[in-house]
């Protein structure tokens, strides 16, 4: 959009051509009961868009493999988000196998990153494999059976430590899902692991006694502890951090919590297409109920807190029959 715009002298010099040709562009897509997405917008065309139903996503990155930090979408993602419009991620490899034939014949070197960054854009995923060279199981990490993605409440955003620093190059970023009886799931992501995790770069207060703990729980090393001021967290395989920090429930008046982590080999395990609420959090048990479609076999897992230091995982499987189907849950202690 940002050649046409910049090849077009008429759209540089007629004052409402260029919100005419948006305009059109949306009205035709929303008769053929089509949406549209924006590639390489400028900020004018992002926010003259905005005004359009149709126009539910645009690119949020540079072209992929020609752009550095393409899959960096936090900054980008806080315009689109204040005005209504999904921030996508760029299409990309999922495999770091050498995609003979493509445009860019690579390999990725990064390419669980690039499915994460997919996923907490809450746009689509757009893996882009030549045929036998994607990786099912990266892919399959982003959605339900049916292809449905499994994504957070909003996108992420760059930590607000990073504003504190001043540093365009931070790239530390937070996003959350809303648990119906849970309340707020952090989800934490850093390029750079020599940071530990603060209360600051989840958006909380460093002080909140009317807030309950938190549970963290690292989604590639599997490594769970309290949270307390400063975490220090290791890197997964492609040297990126990446974190749930999860309220613990329970009884007020017994040291026993629970922390719900959901479906832990889903990026966004407490996604709201796949927990959809807590019911119950006990001295001995947690119940959930859990969405589903048909032949998909669903384990999903909890921390149990005995009010010690110990934390302790429990997990359970449950198998659905029909589309979207909810079944209750119960993990025992």
């Known amino acids: 959009m940002c050649t046409e715009y910049d090849g077009v002298s008429a759209l540089q010099t007629n004052l409402t051509l260029a919100d005419l ?8 897509a929303s008769h053929a009961g089509l949406t549209v997405q924006y590639c390489m917008p400028y900020p004018n065309d992002i926010l003259a868009g905005s005004q359009h139903v149709a126009v539910t996503n645009a690119r949020a990155t540079g072209d992929y493999f020609h752009a550095l930090n393409q899959w960096a979408i936090g900054g980008t ?34 390419p669980d990153r690039e499915a994460l960054m997919s996923v907490l854009s809450t746009a689509m995923v757009a893996p882009m494999d030549g045929i036998h060279l994607l990786n099912a199981t990266r892919v399959n990490a982003t959605c339900r059976a049916d292809g449905i993605v499994l994504k957070p409440d909003r996108p992420v955003f760059p930590a607000d430590t990073c ?21 707020r799931a952090h989800y934490h992501f850093a390029n750079n ?11 909380l207060p460093a002080h909140d006694p009317t807030a309950p703990p938190l549970a963290l729980y690292n989604w590639y090393t599997g490594e769970a502890t309290l949270f307390r001021t400063s975490n220090p967290l290791r890197a997964g395989y492609e040297g990126t951090v990446y974190a749930m920090a999860v309220p613990l429930i329970g009884p007020g008046d017994l040291p026993a919590k629970w922390a719900p982590l959901g479906q ?19 001295s001995t048990q947690l119940v959930m109920d859990v969405q589903g479609v048909p032949a998909e076999t669903v384990e999903v897992c909890a921390l149990y807190f005995d009010g010690t230091e110990k934390l302790t995982k429990l997990c359970d499987s449950i198998v659905f029959e029909q589309q979207d189907e909810i079944k209750t849950v119960t993990l025992s202690r």
Do not use: N
């Open 21 to 28: 040709w948006l305009e059109g562009m949306a009205h035709g």
């Open 77 to 110: 993602a806080m315009l689109y988000w204040a005005l209504g419009i999904l921030p996508f991620k760029d299409g990309f490899y999922s495999s770091t196998a050498k995609q003979v034939g493509g445009q860019t014949v690579g390999p990725e070197t990064h």
């Open 264 to 282: 832990l080999d889903k990026y966004v395990p407490l996604a709201g297409k796949r927990i959809v609420q807590i019911r119950e959090a006990g």
């Open 163 to 183: 504003f504190a620093a001043k540093d365009p190059g931070c790239f530390v970023y937070h996003t959350y899902t809303d648990v119906p009886g849970l309340g």
């Open 193 to 203: 692991p020599s940071q530990p995790l603060t209360r600051a770069m989840l958006s």
